[in-house]
């Protein structure tokens, strides 16, 4: 029986929602077809699909088309938010389909963002739980009535299951036969949700992924495929320093290579066009400029992190002020003084940046693997003087992002669309970044510096706390200082230590938010990439210090906090917490909040000499209901990898202003021999889903570091790590 | 005109020779499985078989392939491989997708010549193979579970 029940989690669902200041628009909306309001009309004389919202079509084919509106960058919103739907509409999986939405914010935003379309913050399946749902029930109730219609029977009598409805005398028909008859009733209202206890595919590990068959043949289709009738390809050589400009520029050496078709200049460079990459890369290689670097920035990472320092000398402003920090320092029996550093860091997706643009009706397309449709919308119309609306986007798979392609300024497909207009608004264009230019033009992970000062009593119990963070705010480079900069702190820098969940009663945390002219970008779990790593591998020192194991020592210090300690007490128990290792290994945890999830990890290192390896990591999470585990297991391996990078060899550095890095043989990630061994637990739950695409990330760097202090007594504070 | 028999298929082309066998593939011959990440043979998502090995096609001339035989991700029905896609379904490796085609071309090239791997062979085998995603522990799972599929 379906019941009222879930109408209550619904209720708390959205208190949480509110709670959470999540955004304006947090009613789930229904409205609207699916049907793509750009395209063409369909035929006449076509079947009629049952369109009951602008999430869900059901063909008289029996397919059933879900509409997904966020970007599939690897973190399975293609499978998951299908799966909110398919539930409530008792669907077989292998009839479900997915498209992903146009750009169009009045139907497709993100529920906790307001008007705003786009993907990010791992908010996709927490914004579509409730959404989802209700547009795959609603059309469930539609196919019900319309049986009861044609079979002249009760609808409550109705059974639905496996994509067939079917009543006790024996009639039964599919999805796709009532599909016709059910497009033409009303569009219900309210609809009943099911209970949790009735799940069949929520939660259901053995649903496979729905994008990963052309994903293994190669069909898959990335902005980097497109190819159109006409289409140039734009390479674009871009200053060597950021503030750079354009002195001279000498065209003739590209000119001369056969194929060149155009060279324009671009508010940010050169670009180079020509019917295929190959040509247009070698033309813009041909080019010779001469750069005005006379206003470029010429600092690098060690002189930055020199100014940094000295700012964190001085008071900046007060995220957290809870009890007297500096009177319980000044009265501790001991205090811990430690310094963090950690360098810029480029996303390098596996997709160096690309979009394409072509003219269409009164504006353009862009076809693009798009995170951010209204930013991306705002950007291109402002270039091209059009209204957003005439800004139409083909969401294509992205060969990930990381947060990459979510730009506060939407800066690749604005330059697309610089180059379009500077090439007469009428070739189609696609701008393809190399890897070089994916690694040195900006908008990276900030470069950031804390200072710790922790104290503990008498009894080795901590009692204070003074947390100084000093890094670019990268709420004011993405222009939403109104919405995330308060009494002069941006959250995005402080998040994950001035909400800090262990219970020390004197707690100060201050901000510096220096401004530079490197561009910098949220990168996946933002200002947790920093903090997690801060205040864990403090923790750890302290546990230390006062002789504690590192488990018990967080247990008692969170007390109040059930989710922490439910993550950390399970993590602790499937590794093996405290049974002996040989000499020369160290195991060291780490648990953290971000994005509403909770994840612990203990990770095992080997030292050898200098170098060390890390072998083995445990990770445990709570993400409210599971939605699909599988899903939920590969972001916490993946998640955890993207931050082992980051933790061994990762780092961008400049000198003189340049970025030394250019590729992967210098910017270095992660690989295969230096995954290690993952082990993944879900504490199951019944909350509602948070986030996974981003919890996993930042504690992993603090954990392989409480391994190294363990296994050598280093306390490493510098990502990336090395041991001395 | 350089001649070279891709997935069964002959082309002529009229291009010069020192473009990348990558960029051929993709924009000449329109197969776009092979993907371009980095230029300089550090990744791996642009890796096919030419002759019947594995190579890095961002860093090999189309001269290199004159009257050579090229296998991409499209064409690749060899037992190893057929195993190696099952294996990669049945366990859900991928995430963005991005380098897939180069990681189950290298895997596939592996199984044909080290039908049973071991987790060291593995890693050193896959290792120029890069995915952002981090992947790999189930690249790993997968490739074994392909080889004892096979044995």
Redesign the interface.
């Known amino acids: 029986m379906r019941n009222r029940i879930e109408n209550l989690s619904r209720r708390r669902f959205l208190q949480q929602g509110l709670a959470a200041g999540a955004g304006l628009t947090l009613g789930v909306q229904l409205s609207g077809v699916s049907r793509r309001l750009d395209a063409a009309p369909s035929k006449p004389d076509a079947a009629a699909p049952l369109e009951p919202n602008a999430f869900v079509r059901i063909g008289t084919d029996d397919s059933v088309t879900v509409i997904v509106k966020h970007l599939e960058m690897g973190q399975g919103t293609y499978t998951g938010l299908p799966t909110l739907v398919a539930e409530e509409l008792d669907a077989r999986w292998d009839q479900v389909r997915v498209e992903g939405a146009p750009a169009d914010a009045a139907r497709y935003n993100n529920l906790f963002w307001g008007p705003t379309q786009g993907t990010g913050g791992s908010t996709s399946i927490a914004n579509s739980w409730e959404q989802m749902r209700k547009a795959g029930a609603t059309a469930r109730q539609m196919l019900v009535e319309a049986a009861a219609k044609r079979w002249q029977v009760d609808a409550g009598e109705i059974q639905v299951r496996d994509g067939q409805l079917s009543h006790a005398k024996g009639q039964r028909a599919s999805f796709g036969e009532l599909a016709e008859a059910a497009a033409g009733l009303v569009v219900p209202e309210d609809v009943f949700l099911k209970d949790p206890a009735e799940f069949r595919l929520i939660g259901n590990a053995r649903l496979r992924r729905k994008d990963a068959a052309e994903k293994i043949d190669g069909s898959a289709r990335y902005t980097q495929d497109v190819s159109l009738p006409g289409l140039l390809t734009a390479v674009v050589a871009h200053p060597p320093r950021f503030g750079a400009r354009l002195k001279s520029l000498d065209p003739e050496p590209a000119v001369a290579i056969r194929g060149v078709e155009k060279i324009l200049r671009i508010p940010t460079g050169v670009a180079v066009l020509a019917a295929d990459f190959w040509t247009a890369k070698r033309g813009r290689d041909r080019l010779s400029i001469e750069w005005d670097e006379s206003d470029a920035f010429t600092l690098g990472s060690e002189e930055i992190l020199q100014q940094y320092r000295e700012l964190a000398a001085t008071p900046g402003a007060v995220a957290t002020a809870r009890g007297d920090a500096e009177a319980a320092l000044a009265s501790a029996d001991k205090v811990i003084e430690s310094e963090f550093a950690l360098p810029f860091l480029a996303h390098a997706s596996m997709e160096p940046l690309n979009c394409v643009i072509l003219p269409e009706g009164d504006g353009v397309r862009v076809i693009n693997g798009e995170q951010s449709q209204t930013r991306t919308q705002a950007g291109v119309a402002s270039v091209l003087g059009l209204k957003p609306e005439q800004v139409r986007i083909d969401m294509l798979y992205a060969g990930s992002s990381f947060g990459r392609r979510g730009n506060p300024q939407a800066d690749f497909t604005s330059e697309a669309a610089e180059i379009f207009k500077a090439a007469g608004r009428k070739t189609p264009i696609k701008l393809q970044w190399t890897r070089e230019d994916d690694t040195r033009a900006g908008w990276y992970r900030p470069l950031f510096l804390h200072r710790v000062r922790a104290g503990l009593d008498a009894a080795g119990k901590p009692v204070a706390w003074h947390q100084r963070i000093v890094g670019q705010s990268i709420a004011a480079a993405a222009g939403m200082t109104s919405r995330l900069v308060v009494d002069g702190v941006d959250r995005l820098s402080v998040e994950g230590a001035s909400d800090l969940a262990y219970g020390i009663p004197n707690l100060y945390v201050d901000l510096h938010s220096p401004t530079l002219p490197v561009p910098i970008q949220w990168w996946r779990s933002v200002g947790h990439t920093h903090t997690a790593f801060a205040v864990e591998s403090v923790i750890d020192e302290l546990a230390t210090a006062a002789g504690r194991d590192p488990v018990d020592f967080r247990m008692a210090l969170l007390e109040g906090h059930p989710r922490h300690q439910g993550v950390l007490k399970l993590a602790a128990e499937k590794a093996g917490w405290g049974g002996a290792l040989p000499e020369g290994r160290g195991r060291g945890v780490a648990v953290h909040e971000s994005f509403n999830s909770y994840v612990a990890q203990v990770a095992e290192v080997t030292v050898r000499g200098r170098s060390f390896s890390v072998d083995r990591v445990v990770i445990a999470v709570d993400c409210g209901m599971a939605i699909n585990p599988d899903v939920v297991k590969a972001q916490m391996e993946g998640g955890m990898g993207y931050g082992l990078a980051a933790a061994l060899v990762s780092r961008l550095t400049l000198k003189e202003g340049r970025v030394e890095q250019s590729n992967f043989h210098d910017y270095k990630v992660l690989r295969m021999d230096q995954m290690p061994r993952v082990e993944v637990y879900i504490l199951p739950s019944a909350e509602a889903p948070t986030g996974v695409g981003e919890p996993a990330t930042p504690v992993i760097a603090p954990a392989v570091a409480n391994a190294l202090a363990a296994a050598t007594g280093q306390r490493l504070r510098r990502l990336p790590l090395r041991l001395a | 005109m350089v001649k070279i028999t891709v997935n069964g298929r002959e082309h002529q082309l009229d291009l010069d020779p020192d ?2 066998l990558l ?1 051929v593939i ?3 011959v ?11 043979s ?2 791996g ?1 642009c890796t096919l078989f030419l002759n019947g090995a594995p190579v890095r096609s961002c860093s090999t001339p189309l001269s290199a392939a004159a009257n050579g035989t090229v296998l ?3 064409g690749l029905d060899t037992p190893e491989g057929r195993a190696i ?1 099952a294996a ?2 049945d366990l ?10 180069g990681q ?1 071309m290298s895997a596939t090239a592996l199984l044909t010549q080290n039908p049973s791997p071991t987790d060291a062979e ?3 085998a ?15 799972s997968a490739i074994k579970q392909a080889a004892a599929a096979l044995a």
């Open positions: 473009t990348p960029w993709r924009e000449h329109g197969l776009t499985g092979t993907k371009y990440g980095c230029g300089i550090e990744c998502v991409t991700i499209e896609q990669w379904a859900d490796v991928v995430q963005c997708g991005f380098c897939q085609s189950i593995i890693d050193a896959m290792s120029g193979n890069i995915c952002r995603c981090a992947t790999y522990a189930r690249i790993r």
